[in-house]
T-cell receptor, first 110, second 115 residues
C-alpha cells in the first residue's frame, strides 16, 4: 500500500495561503492522491484529488510533483473555518479503500 | 458533492445491548460503502467494506460477529454493534461513492457511548 507522510501540525495566519505538504514516495502510476479534511466531531470532507496534473477547484489547489512522490495542498486564503485536520490519502492499489494516516492539524489564527 | 447521511447522530446505550447505525446515500447509488471508527484524537480506522447484495469484508482484527454489516440496497448499509461494551464507545463514520466514481463522500458520523 502506498503510504503518506504529513507533518503533524501547522499554523497559518488568517488570509494567508496555507501550504500543506505530503510525501507519497511509494505511489504507483495509476494511484490517485486524495485530500480530505475533518473538522472536530464531523465526518471527513472531500477537498480535491489528482493523478498527475495539478488541480484546482473552489476550495483548494493541488500541486503534484513531476515524479509524483509528493504533493502540496494549497488553501489560497485561509480562514478560521479552515482549522481542521487535513488528510492526504493514496487509495490502496487494486481496491476501493481509503486508508487514513495521521494527517496534519492546521490551526488558522487571527 | 454527493450527500451521505447517518442515523442516529449520537446514541447512548447500556452495556450488553445492540445498536444499529444506518448509512444512506441520499442522491446516488452505491454498490460499496465503508465503515470506519475513530477514537478521540486518533485518525479514522477502516473497519469493513460493505458490499451490496453480498457479505461484507472485514479488516484484520475486526470481529465480524461483533460488528454486523448489512447492505440490503444500493442506498443503505447498516452497522450493528452487538453486545456493546464501554470499549466500543467511539465515533463511527461511513463513506460511499457513486458507481464508477472515484471520489468517496463521508457521512457526518455517529457517536456511540456505551455505559
Amino acid at each position: 500500500d502506498a503510504k503518506t507522510t504529513q507533518p503533524p501540525s501547522m499554523d497559518c495566519a488568517e488570509g494567508r495561503a496555507a501550504n500543506l505538504p505530503c510525501n507519497h514516495s511509494t505511489i504507483s502510476g495509476n494511484e490517485y492522491v486524495y485530500w480530505y479534511r475533518q473538522i472536530h466531531s464531523q465526518g471527513p470532507q472531500y477537498i480535491i484529488h489528482g493523478l498527475k496534473n495539478n488541480e484546482t477547484n473552489e476550495m483548494a489547489s493541488l500541486i503534484i510533483t513531476e515524479d509524483r512522490k509528493s504533493s502540496t495542498l494549497i488553501l489560497p486564503h485561509a480562514t478560521l473555518r479552515d482549522t481542521a485536520v487535513y488528510y492526504c490519502i493514496v487509495r490502496v492499489a487494486g481496491t476501493d479503500k481509503l486508508i487514513f494516516g495521521t494527517g496534519t492539524r492546521l490551526q488558522v489564527f487571527p | 458533492g454527493a450527500v451521505v447521511s447517518q442515523h442516529p447522530s449520537r446514541v447512548i446505550c447500556k452495556s450488553g445491548t445492540s445498536v444499529k447505525i444506518e448509512c444512506r446515500s441520499l442522491d446516488f447509488q452505491a454498490t460499496t460503502m465503508f465503515w470506519y471508527r475513530q477514537f478521540p484524537k486518533k485518525s479514522l480506522m477502516l473497519m469493513a467494506t460493505s458490499n451490496e447484495g453480498s457479505k461484507a469484508t472485514y479488516e484484520q482484527g475486526v470481529e465480524k460477529d461483533k460488528f454486523l454489516i448489512n447492505h440490503a440496497s444500493l442506498t443503505l448499509s447498516t452497522l450493528t454493534v452487538t453486545s456493546a461494551h464501554p470499549e466500543d464507545s467511539s465515533f463511527y463514520i461511513c463513506s460511499a461513492s457513486a458507481l464508477k466514481r472515484t471520489v468517496k463522500f463521508f457521512g457526518p458520523g455517529t457517536r456511540l457511548t456505551v455505559l
